[in-house]
C-alpha cells in the first residue's frame, strides 16, 4: 500500500515537473520518495538551485516560504496548510520594529524559523548549522538575536567578544527537555553520547557530547566509532538514523521531542498536494520578497 502511493507519487513528480523537497523531520516514507532531504539551511540552499518549475515543501510553513523568496518565479507549495512553526509566529515585524528602536546600531540577525514578513526589517538570516559561522562574520558588536534565545546563548558561548541581545522565544518543542531528563539519560545508558540541537536550553546543551543542527548531528552519528547514541532533537532523527545504521542503537533523549506540526503531513498529503487537492501555494507580494530576500541572501554569502 505504502509503496503503491509513493510510485504513484514518483510518477507525478515527473509528469508534472515538481521538485520535492523534505526536512529530516519528517517521516521515513516520505523522506524516501523526496529529491532532497536536509537541515533548514541545506533546503534553502536546494531550492535555489532546482530545475523543476514547481516545488513542494514536506515541512513547515517558514520552509515554503523560504523556497519561495529564494525562487519567486516557481510554484512553492506547502504539502499541509496547517504544519507551522509555533517558533515562527511568536515575534511579529511591529515588535522587531520597536525593539529595534531600543538598541539602535544593533545588527539584527534572524533565525530562520521567522516569518517571511518579519525578515523584512533584519540584516540576515540564520539557520542552527550556519549561526556560528555567520554571526562571526558580522562586523559589528552589537547583536540582536531573534527569536530563540537558546540558540542565542548558545552562539553567545561560541563567540563571546560580542554582545548578543536576547529576548524571550524559542521552540517549544526543544526547550522542553530538562536538565535532569539529560542526566538521567547519560546515566542509563552510560556508553552513549549525547547529541543535542542548540535549540535545547543551555543546561541541557552543556551536557551534550556534540551540539548541531539536525544534519549534522545525523553525520556525527554516521561517522562515529561510537555505537551509541543519545539523540537531543526531534526524534525522526533518531528513527532515520536507526534506518541507515542497523549496527548502531540510537536512544531518544526525551519522548516530548515530537514536533506535531512537522508530522502533520502525511504521504497521502504529499499525492493530494500535488494533485492539487489539498496543499496551498505560498503567495508573497513581491515587496516582501524583495526584502525578505536580501537577509536571506546575505545568509547564503557569509553561511557558503
Ligand atoms: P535545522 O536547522 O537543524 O534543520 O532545524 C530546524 C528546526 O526547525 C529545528 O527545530
Ligand atoms: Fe518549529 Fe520546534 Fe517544530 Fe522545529 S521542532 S519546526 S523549531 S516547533
Do not use: W
Amino acid at each position: 500500500m505504502i509503496k503503491d502511493v509513493q510510485n504513484e507519487i514518483l510518477k507525478l513528480k515527473k509528469e508534472k515537473d515538481i521538485c520535492i523537497l523534505a526536512h529530516s523531520y519528517i517521516g521515513h516514507e516520505i523522506i524516501e520518495i523526496a529529491d532532497f532531504t536536509g537541515d533548514s539551511y541545506a533546503l534553502s540552499v536546494k531550492a535555489k538551485s532546482a530545475p523543476q518549475k514547481n516545488i513542494l515543501m514536506v515541512g513547515v510553513r517558514f520552509m515554503a516560504e523560504t523556497c519561495k523568496i529564494l525562487s519567486p518565479d516557481k510554484k512553492v507549495i506547502l504539502a499541509h496548510s496547517e504544519a507551522g512553526c509555533p517558533m515562527a509566529e511568536q515575534m511579529n515585524k511591529e515588535l522587531i520594529e520597536k525593539v529595534k528602536g531600543m538598541y539602535e546600531g544593533a545588527t539584527v540577525v534572524a533565525y530562520i524559523n521567522t516569518t517571511a514578513e518579519l525578515k523584512t526589517v533584519c540584516d540576515v538570516c540564520v539557520t542552527s548549522s550556519s549561526a556560528v559561522k555567520i554571526v562571526k562574520q558580522i562586523e559589528n558588536d552589537k547583536i540582536l538575536f531573534i527569536p530563540d534565545c537558546n540558540l542565542g546563548s548558545y552562539v553567545q558561548e561560541q563567540i563571546p567578544d560580542k554582545k548578543l541581545i536576547l529576548l524571550p522565544g524559542g521552540c517549544p518543542i526543544h526547550a522542553s527537555v530538562t536538565e535532569e531528563e539529560a542526566i538521567k539519560a547519560k546515566e542509563k545508558y552510560t556508553n552513549a553520547a549525547l547529541l543535542v540541537h542548540p535549540e535545547c536550553i543551555p543546561d541541557v546543551v552543556k551536557h551534550a557530547d556534540f551540539v548541531g543542527s539536525t544534519s549534522a548531528i545525523m553525520e556525527y552519528a554516521k561517522n562515529s566509532d561510537n555505537k551509541e547514541f543519545i539523540i537531543g532533537t526531534e526524534i525522526s532523527i533518531a528513527e532515520h538514523l536507526q534506518y541507515e545504521c542497523p549496527d548502531k542503537i540510537f536512544h531518544y533523549l526525551s519522548d516530548k521531542l515530537v514536533c506535531r506540526n512537522m508530522k502533520k503531513t502525511t504521504l497521502c498529503d504529499v499525492l493530494n498536494a500535488m494533485k492539487g487537492i489539498t496543499g496551498e501555494e505560498i503567495i508573497l507580494s513581491d515587496d516582501t520578497i524583495v526584502k525578505a530576500r536580501k537577509c536571506i541572501d546575505e545568509m547564503i554569502r557569509l553561511g557558503g
